[in-house]
């Protein structure tokens, strides 16, 4: 890609949009000499979305090589540094020598502060998570736990929560921020949802049989939440302010994105980004992932796919299930997450494969019935389980 008419179509584009961009991230990431001769003369317009740009740049490489996201005041001296260097002569040698000089400088304050692959401390929101102490009961209903004094039990099937300035509304209720502790927990059973709106305007769909523990305000340099289940995130973006995704195997850092979370047990961790960029961080390594990748962890082996269509990984929003190709255990273990019904695979019928749409709005029953005409299955209720055999 070269020639002013390609030049000019990223001078409109944002920092989002760069970052979702497959050239920009390749040129940044995989440097050659024509990408570089690109976006030197892309420098050199002084297009208006400079800082974007910047600023877009730094967190490709901060999320691939563990630099520092510059601070805007940080860009904004440098972008001035450059502006008077370029309009101030007209020596243009003097604006590459500026643009050096810069970076060089940009590229030590890097190393200087945030790190994505630096070991986050210990007396944090993991700790906390694996200090809990898990009660042998198993609630029907959502519960968020807002202290040791304080349980919110939610009858709704759909309860949306909304952290503001002034506390917690719920529906009708409204709890004031005296109530609440460091930490909170939202805690979903099967068959149950939540949407959950947290202090920074972040949005989180919770899916049935999810834990989620966040703060009740996030700290200044940091946002970070522990997950158990399955989560879909629209993450308001902060470029000071990482946010994190933290699961029992793997880390995920973003600034602002759109991505979904599932992790239940020992079945495999997938992460699907919907839009944006994000870093995941296992013990093995880090991955830096861009929009319809789909990264998948089991039993230590890692695995990342690019997918040209990813609305089947976050359809439950939408209260749909859509499969390919997928076996009828892994079916059914869904829909009795989904509707909170246990749900028995028999040996014969387990690895049958199934694809198609099903509508989680309908009853369990009329889905089982959909599922009985592709397959060959029969199904029957054993007091309060579903059993299914080969028909």
């Known amino acids: 890609m070269s020639g002013k008419e390609n030049i000019d179509q990223f001078s409109t584009f944002s920092f989002d949009d760069f970052i979702q961009n497959e050239y920009f991230i390749a040129s940044i990431l995989h440097p050659n000499e024509d990408s570089q001769i690109f976006w030197n003369s892309f420098e050199s317009k002084s297009y208006p979305n400079f800082e974007d740009y910047l600023l877009a740049k730094e967190f490709i490489l901060s999320l691939n090589n563990s630099q520092k996201i510059p601070e805007r005041n940080e860009v904004t001296d440098l972008w001035n540094n450059i502006s008077k260097n370029t309009f101030s002569t007209k020596k243009t040698i003097y604006h590459y020598i500026a643009i050096a000089v810069s970076m060089a400088a940009c590229v030590i304050l890097f190393f200087l502060f945030w790190n994505p692959t630096d070991p986050l ?52 209720q409204k709890i004031s921020e005296a109530n609440l ?33 966040y703060p009740s305000v996030f700290q200044n340099d940091r946002r970070e939440i522990y997950v158990e289940g399955e989560v879909l995130l629209d993450v308001a973006r902060d470029i000071h302010r990482p946010f994190v995704v933290r699961t029992s195997k793997l880390d995920i ?139």
């Open 121 to 172: 401390p210990q007396d944090d929101i993991l700790s906390f998570a694996k200090n809990i102490t898990e009660k042998d009961e198993k609630p029907n209903d959502i519960r968020l736990v807002l202290s040791d004094e304080k349980t919110v039990i939610l009858e709704e099937n759909v309860a949306e929560i909304n952290y503001n300035p002034d506390g917690i509304t719920i529906s009708d």
């Open 253 to 391: 850092k973003v600034l602002g994105t759109e991505f979904n979370v599932s992790t239940h047990g020992n079945e495999e961790i997938t992460v699907v980004i919907v839009s944006g960029a994000v870093n995941v961080s296992s013990s093995n390594r880090d991955h830096f992932l861009k929009a319809n990748d789909v990264y998948a962890y089991k039993n230590g082996t890692e695995s990342i796919n690019h997918e040209d269509d990813i609305y089947k990984h976050i359809s439950w929003r939408e209260g749909l299930y859509i499969f390919d190709s997928e076996r009828l255990d892994v079916i059914t273990t869904r829909l009795s997450r989904y509707y909170g019904i246990p749900i028995q695979c028999h040996e014969t019928v387990a690895s049958m494969k199934c694809s198609g749409k099903l509508d989680l709005k309908e009853k369990v029953e009329s889905l089982l019935q959909g599922l009985a005409l592709t397959v060959p299955i029969k199904y029957s209720f054993k007091e309060d389980m579903i059993l299914i055999d080969v028909k």
């Open 181 to 213: 502790s460091s930490y909170n927990q939202l805690i979903v059973p099967n068959g149950k949802r939540s949407v959950l709106t947290l202090s920074d305007s972040s949005k989180i769909w919770v899916n049935a049989g999810t834990r989620l523990i």
